[in-house]
């Protein structure tokens, strides 16, 4: 139980256009959904938090009119990357939290990433 | 001073070694505290979860939390190579939201 899909694992895009990443939590309710960017060799770094049916919460730095997230049920949550550039290139993760089957408490719950170059 | 340290190794070790990775921590108001394993361009998944001071033991991993000298451990008992990772520490910032601030991960190789 407690998975969370991505798709597309992998995209390649030209610098100009933009990206749209879904993430999904298959078998249970996400109440929060977070949005992660991973360079090589480097931590995960928080990008955005998202709550279904609100706006997401941006780490400072993120520019929101570039990552734009829309979280629009429990099960899914997209993050589109506008006018995607060449420094856009990174390992894109999100997570869902909630409660799983069979879990005593909240815990957050990792996708597979999805690797984003553009050339 | 980032909020969550750790040294990204490699950390190389033989089979069966016992393996300890720490992390130091600056914000001591926060509690909780979780380990996550990365394989190579997968997602995280969580090995453990601990809230304040003490051990917890789960199969060969214990996690260990210091909170005197905010300092954090994992052992990892009678390493394999399917061990093999990256493994992330990870604060809790409370207050309800429970967001996480990760650590940059330490590599470790265990090799037959």
């Known amino acids: 139980g407690a998975v969370v899909s991505q798709h597309p694992s992998w995209v390649i895009c030209k610098s100009g256009t933009s990206v749209k990443i879904e993430c999904r939590s298959l078998?249970?309710?996400?109440?929060?959904m977070f949005w992660y960017r991973q360079f090589p060799k480097q931590s995960l770094m928080l990008m955005a938090t998202?709550?279904?049916?609100?706006?997401?919460?941006?780490e400072q730095g993120v520019e929101k009119d570039k990552f734009l997230i829309n979280h629009a049920s429990l099960t899914l949550s997209t993050l589109t990357v506008t006018s995607a550039h060449p420094e856009d290139s990174s390992f894109y993760i999100c997570?869902?939290?909630?409660?799983?089957?069979?879990?005593?408490?909240?815990?957050?719950?990792f996708g597979p990433g999805t690797r984003l170059t553009v050339l | 001073q980032k909020e969550v340290e750790q040294d990204p190794g490699p950390l190389s070790v033989p089979e069966g070694a016992i393996v300890s990775l720490n992390c130091t921590y600056s914000n001591s108001a926060f509690q909780y505290f979780m380990w996550y394993r990365q394989y190579s361009r997968k997602g995280p998944e969580l090995l453990m979860y601990t809230y304040s001071s003490g051990n917890k033991e789960d199969g060969r991993f214990t996690a260990q939390v210091d909170k005197s000298s905010k300092y954090i451990s994992l052992f990892i008992r009678d390493s394999q190579p399917s061990d093999s990772a990256t493994y992330l520490c990870?604060?809790?910032?409370?207050?309800?939201?429970?967001?996480?601030?990760f650590g940059r991960g330490t590599s470790l190789i265990v090799h037959p």
């Open positions: 997570s869902g939290a909630g409660l799983a089957p069979g879990r005593a408490y909240n815990e957050q719950f």
């Open positions: 998202s709550n279904e049916g609100s706006k997401a919460t941006y």
């Open positions: 990870v604060q809790l910032r409370g207050g309800g939201s429970y967001i996480p601030t």
């Open positions: 078998d249970f309710q996400a109440t929060t």
